[in-house]
């Protein structure tokens, strides 16, 4: 997915970054210009390294948290249960912070503000988490309150949306300007491909590890049983 969608929208930023800084190197001599320390093919694949390691990380941390909030996951198996918590952690980490920090190529985003916008980013997925696990919790009240599933579940969604909008209104953006050379296409076809690549990561994690939790075949009644029956 890197390589064939997300790297050529890359490239072209980067010849686009390339030409603006040959611009306000002009003054200066060819000499003076700075090297790359890293080749592209070497950050591509540092790049294709780091996603892995990345990956098997979260992959544990999913492990990790389906066991302890798997009795509270609205579905009826295990392979549903495992893809309703791929969707959520998509929505809290992935969805909700770029609402607010979209994911952009080189060129864009002024290296003064990283701190803000890295702040910004984790901020929102701190409230994104916040307002999950709420959601969860006031379930669980409706629940004790003896409200029937679609009476809960039309709450529960409608506090939700009611305070995420309210919040999220009040949240911070990013303070970065896009440059007018910068192509609006370009930006938003990488934003689409960045939403698109993770997606696919937590999909492809919560249906992996939901086929691992569920039997390889339906389980065949012993002789005994059968007699029984």
């Known amino acids: ?56 990380l979260f ?7 389906f066991g302890k909030v798997r009795h509270r996951l609205p579905a009826a198996t295990d392979y549903g249960r495992s893809l309703v918590l791929a969707v959520l952690a ?16 080189p060129a864009v985003g002024d290296p003064a503000t990283v701190n803000q916008r890295t702040l910004i980013y984790v901020l929102t997925i701190l409230i994104a988490l916040a307002l999950v696990l709420g959601a969860f919790e006031l379930d669980k009240f409706l629940a004790s309150r003896d409200l029937s599933a679609p009476v809960r579940t039309t709450l529960v969604v409608a506090a939700f949306l009611s305070v995420a909008g309210a919040v999220f209104a009040l949240t911070p953006g990013t303070p970065d300007k896009i440059a007018s050379d910068m192509p609006a296409k370009l ?19 919560g249906m992996v590890f939901g086929l691992l939790l569920t039997p390889r075949r339906a389980r065949v009644p012993t002789g005994s049983e059968v007699s029984i029956a």
Request: charge should be positive.
């Open 1 to 56: 997915m890197m390589w064939l969608v997300v790297e050529p929208l890359l490239r072209k930023a980067l010849v686009i970054e390339d030409a603006r800084n040959a611009r306000a190197m002009s003054g200066h001599r060819k000499g003076e210009m700075e090297e790359p320390l890293v080749s592209r093919a070497g950050q591509v694949l540092g790049g294709m390294a780091t996603g892995l390691v990345v990956g098997l």
């Open 59 to 65: 992959g544990v941390v999913f492990a990790i948290v």
């Open 90 to 105: 998509f929505g809290v980490f992935t969805l909700a912070p770029a609402l607010k920090i979209p994911g952009n190529p």
């Open 187 to 205: 930006i938003w076809d990488f934003r689409i491909a960045y939403l698109a690549q993770l997606g696919l990561m937590w999909a492809t994690l």
